[in-house]
């Protein structure tokens, strides 16, 4: 399993912008896919957004089409996820997390193999 860390996180006013970081040491993350979630309190983790493992292929949850966009680093062998326009309703802790992956579908919650510990996001004026 990997070791992912997240950083960006933080308290942000509505429609304001922060950028997400996962970054691992002592693997390429750039041969996993890479998935973001977050959970809100009382809520179920729910996913946010993926990139395929070499980054040709990116998906993205309905509530956060054209306002999060998910890349790579490969030069830091980091995955980001820019968010703007943020929200009240993406208050949540964020995870990152990871999946050798060999499908041509995409990996459910399920298939992931390796978290982050979490970043806290909060959307609030």
């Known amino acids: 399993q990997l070791q992912l860390v997240e950083s960006g996180g933080g308290l942000v006013q509505p429609g304001g912008s922060l950028r997400l970081s996962c970054a691992a040491s002592?693997?390429?993350?750039?041969?996993?896919?890479i998935g973001w979630f977050r959970q809100a309190p009382g809520k179920e983790r729910e996913g946010v957004s993926c990139?395929?493992?070499?980054?040709?292929?990116?998906k993205y949850a309905d509530s956060v089409k054209g306002r999060f966009t998910i890349s790579r680093d490969k030069a830091k062998n980091t995955v980001r996820l820019q968010m703007n326009s943020l929200k009240p309703e993406d208050t949540a802790v964020y995870y990152c997390?990871?999946?050798?992956?060999?499908?041509?579908?995409?990996?459910?919650?399920?298939?992931?193999?390796?978290w982050g510990q979490g970043s806290q996001v909060t959307v609030s004026s």
């Open positions: 997390a990871a999946v050798r992956w060999y499908e041509s579908s995409w990996p459910t919650v399920r298939d992931f193999d390796s």
């Open positions: 002592g693997f390429n993350l750039d041969n996993y896919v």
């Open positions: 990139i395929s493992s070499g980054g040709g292929r990116t």
